[in-house]
């Protein structure tokens, strides 16, 4: 490779490093700052309604499921609750069940524990998905750097790089399933408490398209391993 083609080369991997930065610098603040104000504005609104239940002794409390309803006419169905206690209303649009708790005994009622405790499930699994995309979107910067590097200094490509395109494969992967796990308790949790038979999309819904794209990383690795092992061979050959 000439001194051009070089720097050409590093031209446009330094402008894929720094569109890759700006795209999820926007896509932060499109996609997470509105949920985040409405939330911010709904919790502040909870929080009162929750200090003025407590003093009457009565002990209130929300909780957001995601779910995979089948299609409404409206944005937002009450849902009938078996339970004199609980509220739900599920949100179309948004996928989520909204599911309100109220109890004068909350440690001792059954329904109020069990809402709790798949709820404790799903944020448990939700903070999984969100680290294991951390870590996918810093390996992916890491890997763009070093290809920078590499160029730069006129060196092969470190062999870890094919470690890091493993994993961010099997995290695709695995935050999908995750996140459909935690639909699915989301799903239960509603029918559990309905009056009526709920109906959803599916009981575990899955994107398979983020399940291709892990497959296809993972067998990206694969090939960047074996051009790895070729390169080696024909310079010993040499």
Request: with cysteine; net charge neutral.
């Amino acid at each position: 490779m000439d001194k051009k083609d070089k720097q050409s080369l590093n031209r446009r991997l330094l402008l894929i490093y720094v569109c890759y930065f700006v795209v999820i610098g926007l896509g932060f603040f499109l996609s997470y700052m509105p949920v985040f104000s409405r939330g911010f504005a709904a919790g502040m609104d909870a929080a009162q309604q929750e200090i003025e239940s407590s003093s009457h002794g009565i002990e209130k409390r929300w909780y957001l499921f995601s779910v995979h309803p089948s299609l409404f006419s409206e944005h937002s169905i009450a849902i009938d609750s078996r339970y004199e206690n609980i509220g739900i209303e599920l949100s179309g649009y948004d996928a989520l069940a909204a599911v309100t708790v109220s109890s004068t005994d909350p440690d001792n009622d059954p329904a109020f524990a069990m809402v709790s405790r798949n709820y404790t499930k799903t944020m448990f699994i939700s903070m999984g998905i969100s680290l294991s995309w951390l870590a996918i979107l810093i390996l992916i910067g890491v890997i763009i750097n070093s290809l920078r590097r590499s160029i730069r200094d006129q060196r092969p490509l470190p062999d870890s790089n094919i470690l890091y395109m493993r994993i961010i494969g099997i995290l695709i992967i695995a935050s999908e399933l995750l996140k459909a796990l935690a639909y699915h308790i989301g799903q239960q949790t509603v029918q559990q408490i309905a009056d009526r038979t709920m109906s959803f999309i599916n009981s575990y819904p899955i994107e398979y398209g983020n399940i291709v794209l892990g497959l296809l990383v993972l067998f990206s690795a694969e090939v960047f391993a074996i051009g790895v092992r070729l390169g080696e061979e024909q310079r010993l050959t040499i």
